[in-house]
């Protein structure tokens, strides 16, 4: 289907084109009045048609001018902000929206699908693409300056796989956008250190095992259900409850998923690939690749087997929930003992994820509440801080945290947003970070999980173990003057970056503070019309 | 009974010496190698699904009427096109990275990358 799929785009680029007026004259208006009152139910595939456009022009323009390469890159993220911010609010006002791909009718065709969750999830993306494009602009040419093109490919073409894994409303076209972004990330993270590629190669082998299993899931589904639409699948699905076969298709989907989300014990390919990605990639692929892949587990358990029977049956809820935790504690602990800041970042990562796992497999509407939180939340902390860790990298060639002694006098405004982000990360008030914990907790409350809760509480201290011992080396103490000298042995000026370099981390660091203001509305406005009907008749209430 | 299934058993063998090659194996080609049968051991899995016996292409033929049982199902057929394609490109990438792991390292054994990624705490 990969031609197959592309050839339905080329007729759909023709198509969307003639849509409009075909449209309006189908409804007997004035012709050209189609042009006045754009077609919303259009949004879905606005939001990909820049990121296909960019596929193909990144490259070809790369390849006449290197620097238009980026130019490109920022057209088309810009394209896909504003795209995904009109679909959000048409979404919120007008409910979900369907694109039928080529016109084909679903069951049998492939739809996109933007409802509040995914109109939510895309927007995320599109906010971190922007930061990260604006960052990468200098960051990979002083970096990996020979592999600037590939780069902004492969960043697109990322981009491109994770927006249709979280619009698709087909669960093969989800497998095939699910590799699309897969492999843009494994070409992603072997542009970096010498040992990249190693790291790289590792995750590649156990991201196809993940995306494997999905597939088999897939096939179990087909075959009992007889369709690969998710909604149709989902109306199907509650007369099959007591199949044996429906319980293997959920595991190897969860199995598979959580491999892709690095949900702990299945998180070994993070560590490494991270830490050897340049910072630059990893600040792409850490905030968007296992939140994508999360979301995605939600949109399976939530939406398509529905959570009732999901979580309860073989206590697969409570699995996910204890698992993850152990993760948090694990991944947590494991970053106090790492002298690497990319690494520290690499494991936190892992406690990170945890949480939203612990808010997806408690399954009632404030721990979903968190869970959805953190996906954004997690996205601009941790695409910030590794942003700061590839500033340093640049600025004084360190890649220890003995490094970072100081810093914060001679770099004041590199560390702002780090700061912020450090300390959303442990979760204290009034930043994002803070309440999607406090979401959690009131859920595992409601669902009367009292050494989960405990455990959180705990995590919080572990995380913030981490990040002050961090940021007390970076504020409180005097750097020591044979640290000016960088890694090459060349004398090395401590300074503050370019704008373009400062501004992106910032943005996020102080975003994290703004979210956190807002949640109050944003989580009415946003995420409780985000949550799955079943929950959301429940309420944020005892 | 079960054993008309044998082709199923015949893809969970496949599965199975997928994921020994892909876990046992010390060497990354092997490696590589284990993960290739793992894929197609899944799309032999549909196929086994989509497959009837003396059953014809799905167009429809006067002289067999509109008995399903005469046309597979061709829906299968072609996504696990698309997952052949999915996994040679999969392969394409490893090999690429493969190559570039040789030309840095002169080895494709585990072993002896993990000691040098272990011994050389140095990033860069």
């Not at chain 1, 990144?58 to 911010?85: C, E, N, W, Y």
């Amino acid at each position: 289907m990969g031609g197959h799929f592309l050839a339905k785009m080329a007729a759909l680029a023709v198509q969307s084109g003639a849509q409009g007026a075909v449209h309006g004259a189908a409804q007997g208006a004035v012709h050209g009045a189609a042009l006045q009152t754009p077609d919303a139910s259009n949004l879905p595939i606005l939001i990909v048609l820049p990121l296909i456009a960019g596929v193909i022009l990144v490259p070809g323009l790369g390849l006449l001018r290197r620097r238009l390469a980026h130019a490109t890159v920022v057209v088309v993220v810009l394209a896909l902000l504003t795209a995904s911010l009109a679909a959000l609010r048409q979404v919120l006002s007008a409910g979900s929206l369907h694109y039928k791909l080529a016109g084909w009718t679903p069951p049998i065709g492939i739809e996109f699908v933007l409802d509040p969750l995914s109109a939510f999830v895309v927007l995320v993306i599109a906010v971190v693409a922007l930061m990260v494009t604006i960052y990468a602009g200098s960051s990979v040419r002083r970096q990996n300056p020979e592999r600037e093109v590939p780069f902004f490919a492969m960043m697109v073409l990322l981009l491109l796989g994770l927006c249709g894994m979280v619009m698709t409303g087909d669960l093969f076209n989800l497998y095939v956008f699910f590799e699309i972004s897969s492999l843009s990330a494994y070409a992603l993270m072997a542009i970096g250190d010498r040992k990249a590629p190693v790291s790289s190669f590792r995750y590649l082998l156990q991201g196809t095992i993940g995306a494997s299993f999905y597939l088999l899931g897939v096939g179990y589904l087909y075959v009992l259900t007889g369709s690969l639409n998710m909604a149709d699948v989902a109306q199907l699905l509650p007369q099959l409850t007591s199949n044996p076969a429906l319980t293997v298709a959920l595991v190897f989907m969860v199995a598979g998923l959580s491999l892709k989300a690095a949900l702990f014990p299945m998180h070994l390919w993070l560590p490494d690939a991270y830490t050897y990605a340049s910072a630059t990639s990893t600040s792409i692929i850490a905030p968007l690749m296992t939140k994508v892949s999360a979301y995605v587990l939600i949109r399976m358990i939530y939406f398509v087997y529905g959570s009732e029977w999901a979580l309860s049956h073989l206590q697969l809820g409570a699995v996910i929930a204890w698992l993850s935790m152990l993760g948090v504690i694990w991944g947590s602990v494991m970053a106090i003992a790492q002298r690497d800041p990319k690494r520290m970042l690499a494991y936190s990562s892992i406690a990170q994820v945890g949480y939203i796992g612990v808010g997806i497999g408690t399954g009632n509407a404030l721990a979903m509440v968190g869970a959805i939180l953190h996906i954004m939340n997690h996205a601009a902390m941790k695409s910030s801080l590794f942003m700061t860790c590839g500033i340093v990298e640049m600025q004084t060639g360190r890649h220890s945290l003995d490094g970072w002694t100081g810093l914060g006098r001679k770099m004041p405004w590199t560390f702002v947003g780090f700061a912020f982000a450090a300390i959303a990360m442990v979760g204290l008030p009034p930043t994002n970070g803070f309440f999607s914990k406090w979401y959690l907790a009131l859920g595992l409350a409601r669902a009367h999980a009292w050494v989960l809760l405990v455990l959180l509480i705990l995590s919080g201290l572990l995380t913030a173990g981490y990040f002050f011992r961090v940021l007390e080396r970076i504020y409180a103490r005097v750097p020591d003057e044979e640290g000016a000298v960088g890694s090459s042995g060349a004398a090395v000026t401590l300074r503050d970056p370019g704008l373009t370099l400062v501004l992106p981390p910032l943005a996020l660091g102080v975003g994290t503070l703004v979210l956190g203001l807002v949640n109050a509305w944003f989580v009415s406005a946003v995420i409780l019309k985000a949550l799955p009907v079943a929950l959301q008749a429940q309420g944020l209430g005892w | 009974m079960l054993i008309d299934k044998w082709p199923y058993f015949a893809t969970v063998l496949m599965l199975l010496i997928g994921l020994y090659g892909m876990v046992v194996k010390r060497n990354l080609v092997k490696k590589l190698i284990g993960m290739n049968i793992f894929q197609s051991a899944i799309i032999l899995f549909f196929i086994v699904y989509a497959w009837k016996d003396k059953a014809t292409v799905p167009v429809y033929d006067a002289g067999l009427g509109d008995v399903p049982a005469h046309y597979i199902n061709p829906i299968p057929h072609g996504l696990m096109l698309t997952a052949i394609v999915v996994s040679v490109a999969t392969t394409g990438v490893a090999l690429a990275l493969l190559s570039l792991i040789y030309k840095r390292f002169g080895t494709l054994e585990e072993d002896e990358l993990l000691r040098e990624l272990r011994t050389d705490r140095e990033r860069g």
